[in-house]
């Protein structure tokens, strides 16, 4: 609580307000896309391992087809977790995009 007007300004100045509406739509958008390539990774992964399994050629387990969602899954982490804390950094939203990419 502030004991006067001049530092309920100070306060909010400073960063204790509540953050803005635009860094939690933000925050949410890379969640949701990062959400999408993790989801869409395990699905190739599904996939990749089904089609191992059914050729029976088990030394094709270590090909970039079930290497590759792990990478994308580990992109779309880390660029979900900068994004969302730092909207403005374009290397979360890179990472981000790469990650759907991949997928």
Request: glycine letters at 8%.
């Amino acid at each position: 609580m502030a004991y006067n007007i001049n530092m309920e300004r100070s306060s909010v100045a400073i960063g204790t307000h509540d953050p803005p509406l635009r860094l939690w739509k933000s925050g949410s958008l890379a969640s949701i896309l990062a959400a999408i390539s993790i989801l869409l990774a395990i699905l190739a992964l599904g996939v990749s391992v089904r089609g191992v399994i059914s050729s029976g050629d088990y030394r094709s387990v270590l090909t970039h087809q079930t290497l590759n969602p792990f990478i994308t899954i580990a992109f779309a982490i880390i660029g979900a977790l900068v994004a969302s804390r730092h909207p403005r950094n374009s290397t979360g939203w890179i990472f981000v995009a790469v990650g759907i990419l991949f997928a």
